[in-house]
């Protein structure tokens, strides 16, 4: 049983598109944290909100 793909498109509502970006930066931070730990890399992330808020990643 194979996922099916499902397209990758601006979500309308504003708060389920809210709601996503945090998720997904929790996520990518974590996976951040992980490479660094794994392989022993510095790692450095940035990324803004739709609302131009910052919101940094820091491995040292």
Known sequence: MVRQKI??????N???????FSKRR????KKAQ???TLC???IA???FSATGKLF???SS
């Open 7 to 12: 397209q990758i498109k601006k979500i309308d």
């Open 14 to 20: 504003l708060t389920a598109r809210q709601v996503t």
């Open 26 to 29: 929790r996520g990518l931070f």
């Open 34 to 36: 992980e490479l660094s």
């Open 40 to 42: 022993d890399a510095e």
């Open 45 to 47: 992330l940035i990324v």
């Open 56 to 58: 940094d990643y820091s």
